[in-house]
Every structure is written in structure tokens, then in C-alpha cells.
T-cell receptor, first 114, second 115 residues
Framework: DTGVSQDPRHKITKRGQNVTFRCDPISEHNRLYWYRQTLGQGPEFLTYFQNEAQLEKSRLLSDRFSAERPKGSFSTLEIQRTEQGDSAMYLC????????????FGPGTRLTVT | AQKVTQAQTEISVVEKEDVTLDCVYETRDTTYYLFWYKQPPSGELVFLIRRNSFDEQNEISGRYSWNFQKSTSSFNFTITASQVVDSAVYFCALSEGNYGQNFVFGPGTRLSVLP
């Protein structure tokens, strides 16, 4: 399978714990995006990487959130001191240099904070 | 700031009926891209189509067709002869500029196709 993959698919954590999600983009894609989707809503942009550089962050991304893409391949999204409001689906997408505007999405990581 | 509106929250049709999903967008840029994505019950967003702001030609792909009208800032999506497998949430999205960032999604329209 050569699509975008995300791990884990589901995560249940207690409030106050830290969680980390991983995204592996399509191999030749240089751009990687993180989104958050809550029930009944469309995805909301969180942040975007071009290669290893984080070029844009939404104001939705509070200080408790951090994302990295150290070698320009996979990316991690960490949430520190989770809150119940962080419960959502976290989606990763990637796009290529030749078609930067066509994003291909992974299956998402569903986070439940209890 | 850009915005995407999908006024239809939920639509139900009977199989083989045609259905149109509406999308209205707002942007100040002259260069932008419009998209439709499908999110079936399995949850993974599936890319359907991209249109750039300079190409108002309508497009047909099988049972799917798209009508882009800059004059009304609309990018509507029609499914002809709907099938049960078309049941999903459909999102319209807008990206400003040349490089594909600043994606904004609409709230989605849930389509149920009944047998």
C-alpha cells in the first residue's frame, strides 16, 4: 500500500497525559499537513511542512501541540497535557512537488481523552 | 479570509435519483483552487476533483459532474443515478494561492442513498 499511513489508528488517554501520533506520507511527496476533525465538522488545518521545514501553523495549535518532520519523511504530532477538548480525529495528508494543491489523506488517528 | 459554505447538512435520496450538492466559497485571491472530497463511513477522505480559478469549464467523470461558476462563487457537485455506495459525507474545500496551503474545508453534506 503506497498511501498515507497513520499510527496508531485509535488512542485513548487520560486527561493530562502526553500522546504522540505518527504519519508516513506517500514516499515522493514533499509536503505534509496535519488537520483536526471533530464530529460533524470538516477538517481544520493545524500545520504544514515542506520537506523538514514547518512553514505554517494555525492558531488552533496551542503551545501544548508540537509537530516535527526531522528528515523530511515521516512526521510526528505530540499533544502534551491532553484535555478533553482535544478529543478528535487527527488527519495527516501529503502532496507532491508537481501537484502541491492535491492532498491525499491518511485514515486518521482517533483520540479520546477521558 | 477564505470561507466555504455547504448549506445542505443532510440529504436523502432514493437510489437512481440525481442529487446536487451545493458549495459556495469566499476568497479575496484571484488565484485559488476548489476541491471536493468524499468521506465514506470508513472515515478516510478521498480526493474527487480539483479546479483552479482560471478554469471554469465544467467537468464530467462518469456519474459525477461539477459546475464551477465564478459569478456566483459556487462549485456544485452532481451525482447522476445515485447508488447506495455514494452514501458518504462530501466536503468542498478551498485553497488560496499557488502552492496548495491554507486549505479550508466546508462543514460537509451527509448524503444518504436509500435502496
Amino acid at each position: 500500500d503506497t498511501g498515507v499511513s497513520q499510527d496508531p489508528r485509535h488512542k485513548i488517554t487520560k486527561r493530562g497525559q502526553n500522546v504522540t501520533f505518527r504519519c508516513d506520507p506517500i514516499s515522493e511527496h514533499n509536503r505534509l499537513y496535519w488537520y483536526r476533525q471533530t464530529l460533524g465538522q470538516g477538517p481544520e488545518f493545524l500545520t504544514y511542512f515542506q520537506n523538514e521545514a514547518q512553514l505554517e501553523k494555525s492558531r488552533l495549535l496551542s503551545d501544548r501541540f508540537s509537530a516535527e518532520r526531522p528528515k523530511g519523511s515521516f512526521s510526528t504530532l505530540e499533544i502534551q497535557r491532553t484535555e478533553q477538548g482535544d478529543s478528535a480525529m487527527y488527519l495527516c495528508a501529503s502532496s507532491s512537488r508537481s501537484r502541491p494543491y492535491e492532498q491525499y489523506f491518511g485514515p486518521g488517528t482517533r483520540l479520546t481523552v477521558t | 479570509a477564505q470561507k466555504v459554505t455547504q448549506a445542505q447538512t443532510e440529504i436523502s435520496v432514493v437510489e437512481k435519483e440525481d442529487v446536487t450538492l451545493d458549495c459556495v466559497y469566499e476568497t479575496r485571491d484571484t488565484t485559488y483552487y476548489l476541491f471536493w472530497y468524499k468521506q465514506p463511513p470508513s472515515g478516510e477522505l478521498v480526493f474527487l476533483i480539483r479546479r483552479n480559478s482560471f478554469d471554469e469549464q465544467n467537468e464530467i467523470s462518469g456519474r459525477y459532474s461539477w459546475n464551477f461558476q465564478k459569478s456566483t462563487s459556487s462549485f456544485n457537485f452532481t451525482i447522476t443515478a445515485s447508488q447506495v455506495v455514494d452514501s458518504a459525507v462530501y466536503f468542498c474545500a478551498l485553497s488560496e494561492g499557488n502552492y496548495g496551503q491554507n486549505f479550508v474545508f466546508g462543514p460537509g453534506t451527509r448524503l444518504s442513498v436509500l435502496p
